[in-house]
């Protein structure tokens, strides 16, 4: 009879916990794996007068939220209902030991395709704060993002007085047109991209657009309170500004890491980067206004003016006061941007790289190729009838067509080279006099090179903005790293006269490199795999604003990138190695490079 009741009281026990990991799951209270299940789906919406079809994570727009703690695994099985290719990017994850699960197509993965599943696993080691998950194949990141909410560990807290509440602002662009219609159209033409219809808060473009007073994100608040606001870029082609109207934020992360104490009136962020903002309601009660609008630094480009409303609504507010507006700062306010970053420093003490292994110098910008089409009407719209593009070092990225981590990994050659430059292949005044004889002295190196990067290198990288063609603020991601921005500064870096902070610079996983400046970057080369930085303005990426670094395996497991997994999506154009059937050794996971590479090397000869 004991033993009876012993049962029944462990089977209660089963089923409660069973009941409670959904609840865990959003607010975790342990270390733990975290499980979610996304499901790529074509969702109908109307917005803007207008009702399209969109494509979504489990029908929401924004996407979920994948919340976990520090020092947690994630899993996240990824099932395309959808009708396109599709890959998921976390976002600032560093993905230690875990680059098969970082999600860039063609740059660690070949695309999801429709109909088939992926289950992403990572460790979120030694990382917490606010990142975000967005697709990475076409221009589907649109509408495809979410966001990512690390909590301390249990017992941990905050390095501030924890708040009232914490909310999650995601700033967004809203396109009426298809999004990957949109990208081949704007590749087709050689042109830049059309304006975007809306930006969003939330994904509501709020009361200043067409049928949208109904559509528009509000906050209700206490009086009185400190609220935790969890800021993302997630637009596509755009960096804004946000504002409350009458109410500071003091920025106490960035980029998913603690910050000293900043306090400013506005703030702009580049797609993709984070910030978390305390806010006090200490305004007498009424109604104010969140403003999100567009920070262009490029001369000479069209892009939506028209900025999105969302309000933070006081209890006890009454619905005919008129809610009081945020002015914005003029749309090319380099001043804003400065004054954030001049101000960003780490919480503490940092033990900052000071002996550098590897020091590299990276000029990013745009290009103009010479017209080669039979019909440029249709094909050269860019600057001058050229082809629009973008480069680093002059090297225009061209994506590959299979996995670059695969054909690295299991030693297939022909899709990649080795020999991008660690320095610009020509020298002279990058900002005031670069070559902008368009197309003449305009054009690039086309071409998919990545640099090697020792294990364990002490890396330095300038990363130097350019005159051609226009000089413009870029946000520069590097995926599977956080580094420290030691400095930045306007002109030309010159070493000679730059003083770097090696004390407490703050830890980004992207970098606005200022318009017409530079920003230097350091960071230690402890996680294997092929990562790629590039331009988070989905259009200079398209256009070739990217490189892959790929760093080596060091000494011993903790230091060696794992096998892939056994589930890993195939790219098309391997689909002919399928029949060649592996051995039970390979499908246990115990094959070797070289007998993954001789298989790939058969489906090479099959396909040519």
Known sequence: MAKSLVCIAVWFMVILEAQTLPIMARHPGRRSTQFFDFKVQVTRITKLCNTKDIVTINGMYPGPVVYAQEDDKVAVKVTNESPHNIT?????????????YDGPSYITQCPIQPGQSFTYEFTLVKQKGTLLWHAHSSWLRGT?????????????????KPPYEE??????????????????????????????????????????????TNDTYKLDVIPGKTYLLRIINAALNMENFFAVANHNLTIVEADGEYTKPLTVNQIMLGPGQTINSLITTDQQIGRYSISMGPYMSAKNVSFQNISSIGYIQYSGFSSNMLPLISPLPTFNDTLTTKTVMDGLRSLGP???PREIDADLFITVGLNVEKCTSRTPSQNCKGVKG??????MNNITFISPNISLLEAYYRKVNGYFTYDFPGVPL????????APNNVPNDTQSIIGTRTKIIE????????????????????????????????GHGEGN?????????????????????????????RFVADNPGAWFMHCHLEVHMSWGLSVVLIVKNGQGKQETLPRPPPNLPRCLIWSSASKYRLKDSEKSGEASPLSYSNRFSLACKFIS
Request: hydrophobic residues 40%.
């Open 88 to 100: 998921i990017h976390w976002h600032g994850v560093r993905q230690k030991l875990s680059c098969w």
């Open 144 to 160: 495809v993002y979410g966001a990512i909410v690390v909590y301390p560990k249990t017992g941990v807290s905050y390095p501030f």
């Open 167 to 212: 909310h999650i602002i995601i700033l967004g662009e809203y396109w009426l047109k298809d999004l990957v219609q949109l990208e081949h159209d704007v590749l087709s033409s050689g042109g830049s991209p059309p304006l975007a219809d809306a930006f969003t808060i939330n994904g509501s473009p709020g009361p200043n657009y067409n049928c949208s």
């Open 350 to 352: 940092i033990d900052v």
């Open 386 to 391: 050229g082809v629009m593009a973008a480069s």
């Open 426 to 433: 020509k020298n002279y005044d990058f900002v005031n006099q």
């Open 455 to 486: 294990y364990g290198s002490k890396v330095q990288i300038i990363l130097q903005d350019t005159g051609t063609v226009t000089t413009e603020n870029h946000p520069i991601h590097l995926h599977g790293y956080s580094f420290y921005v030691v």
């Open 493 to 521: 870096y010159n070493p000679q006269n730059v003083s770097f902070n090696l004390v407490d610079p703050p830890y980004l996983n992207t970098i606005g490199v200022p318009v017409g400046g530079w920003a230097a970057i």
